[in-house]
């Protein structure tokens, strides 16, 4: 099994910045990958970002690309969404999860967080 505790959302006006954080602990987790997810009022869930724990590999959705930056720290099982330039449209519930996957569909994804609000104003 893998825990995962995410932190860092908050509400901030249009063009602000956010910074994420999702903790991993559990078993040997090796080079899983990690993603966010985001829920917005009355939308389906969306893949944000993802990235391999070990190895660094990223991919991004393109409402994002240029704006959220997903990194990691391996010595502490962490990894990092910073999000720039936010905009209204990026308010929703953002979710952190892993697997053994290279997948942008979420249920690809064996473990979940869960969840922090990120509310955009305009």
């Known amino acids: 099994q893998v825990q995962l505790v995410e932190s860092g959302g908050g509400s901030v006006q249009a063009g602000g910045s956010l910074r994420l954080s999702c903790v991993a602990s559990g078993r040997t987790l090796g080079n899983i990958a990690m993603a966010w997810f985001r829920q917005g009022p009355g939308k389906e869930r969306e893949f944000v970002a993802v990235?391999?724990?070990?190895?660094?590999?990223?991919d991004y959705a393109d409402s994002v690309k240029g704006r959220f930056t997903v990194s990691r720290d391996v010595s502490k099982n962490t990894v990092y969404l910073q999000m720039n330039s936010l905009r209204p449209e990026d308010t929703a519930t953002y979710s952190c999860a892993a697997g053994y996957v290279w997948n942008k569909g979420a249920n690809q994804y064996a473990y979940w967080g869960q969840g922090t609000q990120v509310t955009v104003s305009s």
């Open positions: 990235i391999t724990l070990f190895l660094g590999a990223t």
